[in-house]
């Protein structure tokens, strides 16, 4: 049972350009969930969508930031205009709502994508 | 204050040692708790899940939740090399939104 992916594992990108970060759930799930790692701080939650929709965003910058989780195909998390202070790691997690061998606060988390802004 | 308190260690331990890890918490609206392993430069791994106060033993982790003191604890028997990680505690309201609120993590480090 694949766990969730994420891709690309690393991205390196000039300030002003645009980081485009996909995440696909683990089997089953239909919830995603991103969280920022910075240097030296805890996980911070970002963003919780479920398919088409978006639950809570209540973590995410007013500006540049903005994620979808299309009908078909992976969760996108899209950060435009990027500076240095976006460089960070980048962490998708996924839970299944209807699980029945957890429950479905369970979140399995994805190794990440590292974006590095120059 | 943080909502979520984690001393970030580091902690060394010899092999074999038990460990005990800690969190506190302030707000009394968390329901579910949770533990997760990271090693350097992965993704978090769930370790432990717990609902409410109580404990819960997995093998060699035993995850304890006390909500009177806002307080829950990881402990790790016989521990080994390969437990060496940052080990991060997480919390949830649940309901609608579950969004989990991290602690710093822990450092740990078990010595051969």
């Known amino acids: 049972n694949a766990g969730v992916m994420q891709n690309p594992r690393h991205l390196v990108r000039r300030r002003g350009q645009e980081a485009r970060l996909r995440c696909s759930p683990m089997?089953?799930?239909?919830?995603v969930y991103w969280y920022r790692q910075l240097p030296e701080e805890g996980l911070k939650f970002m963003v919780y969508?479920?398919?088409?929709?978006?639950?809570?965003e209540s973590g995410m910058p007013k500006e540049r930031f903005s994620a979808e989780f299309p009908k078909e195909g992976p969760s996108i998390l899209r950060i435009q205009q990027v500076v240095r202070g976006d460089s960070a790691a980048y962490f998708c997690?996924?839970?299944?709502?209807?699980?029945?061998?957890?429950?479905?606060?369970?979140?399995?988390f994805g190794p990440g994508t590292r974006l590095t802004v120059t | 204050q943080k909502e979520v308190e984690q001393d970030p260690g580091p902690l060394s331990v010899p092999e074999g040692a038990i460990v005990s890890l800690n969190c506190t918490y302030s707000?009394?609206?968390?329901?579910?708790f949770m533990w997760y392993r990271q090693y350097s430069r992965k993704g978090p791994e769930l370790l432990m899940y717990t609902y409410s106060s109580g404990n819960k033993e997995d093998g060699r982790f035993t995850a304890q939740v006390d909500k009177s003191s806002k307080y829950i604890s990881l402990f790790i028997r016989d521990s080994q090399p390969s437990d060496s990680a940052t080990y991060l505690c997480a919390m949830s309201y649940g309901g609608a939104t579950n969004k989990l609120i991290f602690g710093t993590g822990t450092l740990l480090a078990v010595q051969p």
């Open positions: 969508l479920q398919k088409e929709n978006i639950i809570d």
């Open positions: 707000n009394s609206a968390f329901q579910y």
């Open positions: 997690a996924s839970s299944d709502p209807f699980s029945r061998t957890g429950t479905p606060y369970e979140q399995y």
């Open positions: 089997k089953g799930h239909s919830h």
